[in-house]
């Protein structure tokens, strides 16, 4: 069964750090752009990053540009989101997901989904 799963979630103060992994089981993420996802409550589901199947390619929603970093490591099979300078409108369930190849940032384009991993930045 092919599958995503996502961890790192939690309660963070505003200004603190957090790291999300994405694990494949199932398949590799060799051939496979990962796209990070977010939606807060009563929000459209947004694209917060992603990177290409080879990592040559990264890209980042303007308001998390400096302070989230995107890498992969394929031998483990994993990806990870760093998470710094947190601000509370950081705050949503963080989804991970796989398409072939190039990153998009269009939901429908993505054929996995993880469950989500809450992040809630509040003091």
């Known amino acids: 069964q092919l599958q995503l799963v996502e961890s790192g979630g939690g309660l963070v103060q505003p200004g603190g750090s957090l790291r999300l992994s994405c694990a494949a089981s199932?398949?590799?993420?060799?051939?496979?752009?990962i796209g990070w996802f977010r939606q807060a409550p009563g929000k459209e589901r947004e694209g917060v990053s992603c990177?290409?199947?080879?990592?040559?390619?990264?890209n980042y929603l303007d308001s998390v540009k400096g302070r989230f970093t995107l890498s992969r490591d394929n031998a483990k099979n994993m990806v990870y989101l760093q998470m710094n300078s947190l601000k509370p409108e950081d705050t949503a369930v963080y989804y991970c997901?796989?398409?072939?190849?190039?990153?998009?940032?269009?939901?429908?384009?993505?054929?996995?989904w993880g469950q989500g991993t809450q992040v809630t930045v509040s003091s």
């Open positions: 199932g398949f590799t993420l060799y051939y496979y752009a």
């Open positions: 990177i290409s199947s080879s990592g040559g390619s990264t």
């Open positions: 997901a796989a398409r072939r190849t190039i990153c998009s940032g269009n939901v429908p384009a993505y054929n996995y």
